[in-house]
């Protein structure tokens, strides 16, 4: 089984934490990933960085132009990644754009993946019918789960077919916003919340977007499996560096 499936039959709700591969410096990706297991992370997405990330605010953009400025590729991320599963057991997913993955190949990208020990993907510009019609036999072939993203303006008949096309779990987008932009969740987020638990979807919700401290974790996941903070993390990295890491997943774990 996926040990994204796996994490998601725990009795207890998941924290996913997002950071940018290769930042602060290139070579801290896999302390990076080896501190948040420590520290009691859950799932871990890894940002692979582009130079046009239009999700991401102004954070995380940061982030990835100094990633990138710092030598991050494709390529180099495979390398640090290759002996991480000798030392971590959670869950750990890509989460990127396409084009990056297109110009390196997309089968031989999930083979790299698969022989690393990635257990999935977030590509938010990969609509779920360019996936069905040309890469879910290659990333199945891998065991690899793709993972999509809904937001409030979602329509429930798209939400209903993104349900029955997921294998893991639904990235639930807090807001029409981009990352980092949003601090705390008014009744507009909990009706949308809520909307989403009464829908009764087979896969799992994990929201992200607005997720920054123990209040608006416990908020997020009122009604879903999870929360993903990525932006309240890297501003944590910047001011408090990789070696404080456990004291910003204890603030959210309280």
């Known amino acids: 089984m996926n040990r994204i499936n796996q994490k998601l039959k725990e009795n207890k709700k998941l924290l996913s934490i997002y950071f940018t591969a290769g930042y602060p410096k290139l070579d801290d990706t896999v302390t990076i990933i080896e501190q948040l297991e420590k520290s009691g992370v859950d799932m871990i997405e890894i940002g692979l960085p582009f130079s046009d990330p239009l999700a991401d605010g102004p954070t ?6 100094i990633a990138l400025k710092n030598g991050m590729t494709t390529i180099k991320l495979f390398e640090q990644l290759k002996d991480i599963r000798k030392t971590v057991r959670i869950p750990l997913i890509i989460m990127g754009y396409f084009n990056p993955i297109l110009q390196f190949g997309v089968e031989e990208f999930c083979k790299h993946c698969a022989e690393i020990g990635i257990d999935g993907f977030i590509i938010p510009d990969l609509p779920v019918a360019i996936y069905n019609d040309s890469y879910k036999d290659i990333f199945e072939k891998f065991n690899l789960i793709n993972v999509f993203l809904i937001t409030p303006q979602t329509s429930d008949d798209r939400i209903k077919f993104i349900d029955s096309m997921s294998n893991g779990f639904i990235y639930m987008v807090s807001s029409a916003s981009v990352t980092g932009s949003q601090s705390g969740f008014g009744e507009e ?17 994990i929201v992200g977007f607005g997720i920054s401290n123990n209040e608006t974790f416990l908020q997020a996941t009122k009604f879903a499996k999870g929360a993903i903070i990525g932006s309240a993390f890297i501003k944590h990295l910047d001011e408090k560096g990789v070696e404080r890491i456990d004291e910003f997943v204890r603030g959210i774990n309280k």
């Not at 995380?60 to 132009?65: H, K, L, P, R």
């Not at 919340?193 to 896969?203: A, E, T, Y």
């Open 60 to 65: 995380i953009q940061g982030s990835s132009e």
């Open 189 to 205: 987020n909990t009706d949308y919340f809520k909307r989403i638990d009464n829908m009764n979807l087979k896969n799992s919700q």
